[in-house]
DNA sequence: CTGTTAGCGCATTCAG
DNA sequence: CTGAATGCGCTAACAG
């Protein structure tokens, strides 16, 4: 059955047969616990529900079945503990490879992930990169994609320009120092697209200003709490750029019930391209992470491991798409 | 380290100890050759990528988790080879029970279902049920809330009311017959989510017309176009019913090409709640279904008949709930 | 309580 | 090519 061994053909069509009317089918457990591999790939995100890892996790586990292993996914939505747990799970089942979202923000949070590699195990990064951890990364340009929407607000006369989910730091941040050390202490991702925007800021000498830029707990109510307070502001934002969805339509509540329409009374640009992005009216302006590839790339470096190879770990980008559609005009006067 | 047995306190330390220095791990797979349980739940969906299934899946590892379950959720992107695949490679891992959204659509495609159950491993369904398939199902009333959303419609006036995303024939659909017909080689929600709209216009005394309801392949892409034909109609429909996430926007993309404003020259409900429903201008009335309940609910059975209950198989019923926004008014005159 | 032994279902090695 | 024996890492049953 494991088709291994020599064996008479007619030999074999009679334990096939007789395999196919018994039902039997190889115990996978066993052959590993023999064998040593399982030919399964350990996949933990921080959220399945958000579309944006869906569609990472298809990439991955399209590409990985295409080299004959086995998927298991599991999501840590968002929580360190959760996400400990869950690599442990996959070591006991004892999976060939890790990829992993991680939810960590310093390198001490990331201990577990040096742990595993140290038990032999390979382990790639996705979507969030970790400084001071020796492993393949796969991302993408958020630094950039960020700079380029900010500079595109820029470029039509945009000067208040608000962030709609920036660092998840607890206490208010008020000066240029804190803020970059709140963004230190926060996701890979939502640091790098704050730098990105304050690249855009500086590179057009625009002032940063503290209260255009959304800190703390990260939910589709906060960030509309965030924007309507903003918009509230005596001298209130003409764009909003959202990083993620749910900053996105959160941000949208507040414009609606603030009785602003977009993009004449303000700006907006989003992260993760949508349908409903794109039937919104006005059609909004998002930037588009090439999710499948993110996931594909990501599986080819963790089976290039599995399979021997033994490269120094880097950084792997890929390059996001900027759509611009309706929601961006000059402010108003 | 498996908790079993008798030791002293003060051996049990040592041992402990031992093995956390040394980063001993049980082998789960060895673990489970040896007693021929896993403790893990089976999962496959037909699209990981839909935010609905996400949700079913999220409460299903919630619960199942709460039990000491491990749970491995794999996707078949509405295939049924791939379906038969999936379950194949649970089976072979071992799984003690499977979670099934199968994308069979009649009992010689549920074949597969009926081995599994028959090698002793319990199967439940959830969002669609099976006919002549003894398993436990967890689902909605599509039927009523589809029937409900067509009453609300004909109350405010309708009586040309498009159904966007029905049978999947390959073959037009002329007659009543032939609809019903293609619709008992449709998957079961499609299937009763086009009686419950055929339910209320038997009611009302509204004849049926085969323009008005899609037919064939389903994407957002197809959507659109079923959704244009219909608009171009010499009698269009006032209304559109869409019974899926892509069939509303697909719609929605319709409804714009064609200059029209919803809901003032057409009014539209859909199935799947969002964050954009809410947030489109006007919001979007929608059916909104407790993916997490109808997930929680089916770990719920599984596990029960894990344990070893073995109640007659039933198909058990959660409510939708109707969330009226603004997207239904009058037709015009 | 402790130490030993057999056995789970497979892969692998080694005589025939 | 075939059959039997050994071991993978674990649980379970059994003497001491």
Redesign the interface.
């Given at each position: 059955m494991g088709n291994y061994g020599y064996v008479s053909p007619e030999l074999r069509e009679r334990v096939l047969a007789a395999a196919e009317k018994l039902?039997y089918?190889?115990?996978?457990?066993?052959r590993?616990?023999s064998t040593g591999v399982?030919h399964t790939l350990g996949v933990v995100v921080a959220d399945?529900?958000n579309?944006f890892f869906?569609?990472v996790?298809?990439g991955i586990?399209d590409t990985s079945r295409a080299s004959g292993f086995?998927t298991?996914?599991?999501?840590s939505h968002e929580d360190l503990a959760e996400e400990k747990a869950s690599m442990?799970?996959l070591?006991?089942?004892?999976v060939d490879g890790i990829i992993l979202a991680s939810a960590a923000v310093s390198p001490k949070e990331a201990k577990h992930i040096q742990?595993a590699m140290?038990?032999g195990i390979p382990v790639v990064l996705v979507d969030r990169a970790l400084e001071h951890v020796a492993a393949d990364a796969v991302v993408i340009d958020n630094r950039d994609a960020s700079r380029r929407a900010v500079e595109t607000l820029i470029a039509v006369g945009h000067r208040r320009i608000g962030f709609v989910w920036g660092p998840s730091s607890t206490r208010p941040v008020a000066t240029r120092r804190e803020l970059l050390a709140a963004a230190a202490k926060s996701l890979w991702t939502d640091s790098e697209r704050l730098r990105g925007y304050l690249d855009a800021l500086d590179d057009a000498g625009i002032a940063f200003d503290p209260n255009l830029i959304m800190v703390g707990v990260k939910t589709?109510a906060t960030a509309a709490d965030a924007a309507a307070q903003m918009l509230r502001l005596p001298d209130p934002p003409t764009a909003l750029l959202c990083t993620e969805?749910?900053a996105m339509?959160g941000a949208?509540?507040a414009v609606?019930a603030a009785g602003l329409k977009y993009p004449g009374d303000i700006s907006l640009i989003g992260f993760d391209d949508?349908?409903?992005a794109?039937?919104?009216?006005p059609p909004l302006t998002m930037i588009e992470q090439p999710m499948l590839r993110l996931g594909a790339l990501t599986a080819e470096r963790l089976l290039a491991r599995i399979k021997g190879e033994d490269p120094e770990p880097e950084v792997h980008t890929l390059e996001s798409r900027f759509i611009e559609r309706g929601s961006v005009a000059p402010p108003r006067h």
């Amino acid at each position: 059955m494991g088709n291994y061994g020599y064996v008479s053909p007619e030999l074999r069509e009679r334990v096939l047969a007789a395999a196919e009317k018994l039902g039997y089918r190889a115990n996978a457990l066993a052959r590993s616990v023999s064998t040593g591999v399982s030919h399964t790939l350990g996949v933990v995100v921080a959220d399945i529900g958000n579309p944006f890892f869906a569609g990472v996790v298809r990439g991955i586990s399209d590409t990985s079945r295409a080299s004959g292993f086995d998927t298991i996914v599991l999501s840590s939505h968002e929580d360190l503990a959760e996400e400990k747990a869950s690599m442990g799970v996959l070591l006991d089942k004892r999976v060939d490879g890790i990829i992993l979202a991680s939810a960590a923000v310093s390198p001490k949070e990331a201990k577990h992930i040096q742990e595993a590699m140290d038990v032999g195990i390979p382990v790639v990064l996705v979507d969030r990169a970790l400084e001071h951890v020796a492993a393949d990364a796969v991302v993408i340009d958020n630094r950039d994609a960020s700079r380029r929407a900010v500079e595109t607000l820029i470029a039509v006369g945009h000067r208040r320009i608000g962030f709609v989910w920036g660092p998840s730091s607890t206490r208010p941040v008020a000066t240029r120092r804190e803020l970059l050390a709140a963004a230190a202490k926060s996701l890979w991702t939502d640091s790098e697209r704050l730098r990105g925007y304050l690249d855009a800021l500086d590179d057009a000498g625009i002032a940063f200003d503290p209260n255009l830029i959304m800190v703390g707990v990260k939910t589709e109510a906060t960030a509309a709490d965030a924007a309507a307070q903003m918009l509230r502001l005596p001298d209130p934002p003409t764009a909003l750029l959202c990083t993620e969805n749910d900053a996105m339509t959160g941000a949208l509540r507040a414009v609606r019930a603030a009785g602003l329409k977009y993009p004449g009374d303000i700006s907006l640009i989003g992260f993760d391209d949508s349908s409903w992005a794109a039937v919104m009216d006005p059609p909004l302006t998002m930037i588009e992470q090439p999710m499948l590839r993110l996931g594909a790339l990501t599986a080819e470096r963790l089976l290039a491991r599995i399979k021997g190879e033994d490269p120094e770990p880097e950084v792997h980008t890929l390059e996001s798409r900027f759509i611009e559609r309706g929601s961006v005009a000059p402010p108003r006067h």
